[in-house]
Nanobody, 123 residues
Framework: QVQLVESGGGLVQAGGSLRLSCTVS????????MGWFRQAPGKEREFVAG????????SYADSVKGRFTISRDNAKNTVYLQMNSLKPEDTAVYYC????????????????WGQGTQVTVSS
């Protein structure tokens, strides 16, 4: 059974930093693209960042570009999202997701999802 487990969420003041982790178990991590998405209260879930298996390609939403960094450690089957200069509008539940092939910004193209981790940024 495939499992994606996120961790690292919490409460932080505006301008602060958090690092989210997502560990994949139950299947090979090889050739899997990983993505981070988020859903704020009352809003639809949106793409945040994506990374390919070889770590040669990353993609970011315009709203987080320059502040967030996605990375992965294939030996640990783990993907990270380093979030700096956090803003109140970054408050959301953050989800990681995986798919075979290149990363995309389309949620429906991801096969597996984690349960989400709450990030709250206070002003």
């Amino acid at each position: 059974q495939v499992q994606l487990v996120e961790s690292g969420g919490g409460l932080v003041q505006a301008g602060g930093s958090l690092r989210l982790s997502c560990t994949v178990s139950g299947r090979t991590f090889v050739n899997a693209a990983m993505g981070w998405f988020r859903q704020a209260p009352g809003k639809e879930r949106e793409f945040v960042a994506g990374i390919n298996w070889l770590r040669t390609y990353t993609s970011y939403a315009d709203s987080v570009k320059g502040r967030f960094t996605i990375s992965r450690d294939n030996a640990k089957n783990t993907v990270y999202l380093q979030m700096n200069s956090l803003k109140p509008e970054d408050t959301a539940v953050y989800y990681c997701a995986s798919r075979l092939g290149p990363p995309t910004r389309t949620q429906s193209e991801y096969d597996y999802w984690g349960q989400g981790t709450q990030v709250t940024v206070s002003s």
